[in-house]
């Protein structure tokens, strides 16, 4: 019998037909793509951020007079990979075959030589370096290079670089950022799209005044999808694989996950998997307990970089508590004095792990949280 691949996808980026909804992110970043705008995109971990760069990316993919070039940064550990992985990557845009390649160097090189290594591939993999002391002398050459091969390829290029605040990791960080504006603010056919999972990283970059990307461009938060747009489309992703869910459950999985996007889908993912033709109720549970158990290695290293008092004030998140410093809540949970209920507060948002609100905190993964509850907490 021939195996049906799952209908859900998760930990990956999603095709057209996987992807749910975000119609007003897409018609928002298309808008600022199309007008020249340069955009921050800032989300949580696993919100569906390059998901969405490649959605926008697809609704151009037959227009000629517009080029899509994306870097991913979790590698780079430094300012010369970087330069590196910029100039391979709009190269690659300029022709499809090696020997154009070569050939581009040489006419948008003006003072550098870059060394072109070739893998496996030749059609695809390949690699520039540079001399070192030569790529410190003409740094701007690279990062012109953008502007350059748009001018004149006749295109507007959009350079989308995912995990921007990585750059927080360079040496003289700041300094690179200071350089990186002061070359890219003035590019006309080259639109920047800078994302990133640490939210608050990427909000120092951008919405700090003594900082070099302050108003760069367009601040785009994403928001967790609404559960009435997960409904349908669980119920249609059973349907085109012969099975079948309720309404019903199928708006209990995306309203357990919260809406988010990675964790609906690996739910989904599981209940599809446990189901023979027909969704049952007690398989959630079931199916609950194992997503949890296969995140459980990625959970515990969350707490074990966490200090008790942090582990703790994490307790009264999850119980609901709102008055943090009140003197009840303090000794209850043994938070200590209210200087370190601040500090550890300021501590876990730094780490992407809760979010304040007006009134409380709440966790901001959701699977996460149930883990935390019922595993850590035993509750």
């Not at 298309?30 to 995109?41: E, F, P, R």
């Not at 948008?108 to 072109?116: D, E, T």
């Amino acid at each position: 019998m021939e195996e049906i691949e799952s209908p859900f996808l998760f930990g990956a980026t999603v095709a057209r037909e996987e992807f749910v909804n975000r119609k007003d992110d897409i018609n928002h970043l298309w808008l600022n793509v199309k007008s020249g705008i340069n955009t921050a995109l800032i989300s949580p971990r696993r919100w569906g951020k390059s998901s969405l760069v490649k959605q926008v990316a697809q609704l151009t993919s037959s227009n000629k007079q517009v080029k899509w070039c994306f870097i991913d940064m979790f590698a780079i550990r430094n300012e010369e990979e970087f330069y590196e992985k910029l100039s391979r990557e709009v190269i690659k845009i300029t022709a499809t075959k090696w020997d154009e390649w070569i050939e581009a160097t040489k006419v948008f090189f003006r003072h550098l030589v870059p060394k072109i290594t070739f893998g496996v591939d030749p059609t695809s993999d390949f690699s520039l370096s540079f001399e070192l002391e030569e790529l410190k002398k003409h740094k701007d050459e690279i990062l012109n290079l953008p502007e350059t091969v748009a001018k004149k390829q006749n295109v507007r290029l959009i350079v989308c670089i995912d995990e921007f605040q990585n750059i927080h990791n360079f040496k003289e960080a700041e300094d690179f950022e200071k350089l990186l504006r002061s070359v890219w603010q003035y590019h006309e056919n080259v639109s920047y799209c800078l994302y990133g999972s640490k939210r608050h990283l990427m909000s120092d970059i951008f919405n700090k005044r003594n900082r070099a990307f302050y108003l760069f461009g367009d601040m785009m938060l994403l928001d967790k999808i609404a559960v009435e747009h997960w409904e349908p489309f669980i119920v249609e992703r059973f349907k085109k694989t012969g099975k079948t869910i309720s309404e019903t459950l199928a708006n209990q999985i995306a309203t357990t996950m919260k809406g988010h996007p990675y964790y609906v889908q690996q739910y989904a993912h599981y209940v599809w998997e446990y189901t023979t033709t027909t969704a049952t109720e007690a398989l959630l549970p079931i199916c609950l307990a194992r997503m949890l158990q296969v995140n459980q290695i990625l959970y515990q290293r969350e707490i074990e970089d966490l200090t008790t008092t942090q582990i703790n004030l994490l307790e009264a998140i999850a119980n609901e508590e709102t008055q943090f410093t009140s003197v009840k809540t303090m000794m209850d949970y043994r938070l200590g004095t209210s200087h370190n209920v601040s500090k550890n507060m300021k501590k876990l948002q730094y780490l992407d792990i809760i979010e304040k609100t007006k009134t409380t905190a709440i966790f901001l993964d959701p699977a996460f949280e149930l883990w935390f509850k019922m595993y850590y907490l035993k509750s």
